[in-house]
């Protein structure tokens, strides 16, 4: 994505970071945000693959955002729980049957 000052500012605020937070993010100071988004710095063009990731946007289709990101987490995480408590189940069935 082509970041400007206004991308960046509207970008993080939809993702809920801070330019504090943000900035721990990538490395710098967060006085370096601010002065991107205020348009007293420009910001690198080294720095546009980061704030892609970072803020879970790009122009490559192949890119999963950050959102989509932490909900595939989420489900996996979920189910291997319930997996886990399957397991449990069976192997108490199984042990309760050769106690017979």
Known sequence: MQWNKETLREVRLKAKLSQTAL?????VHFRTVQN??????????????????ILGVSDNPDYVSREEYNRVV?????STELNKKLTDIIQSGISGESKN
């Open 74 to 78: 989420a489900a996996l995480d979920a």
């Open 23 to 27: 900035a721990n993010e990538l490395g």
């Open 36 to 53: 991107w988004e205020k348009g007293i710095t420009p910001i690198p063009i080294t720095v546009n693959p980061a704030l892609d990731k």
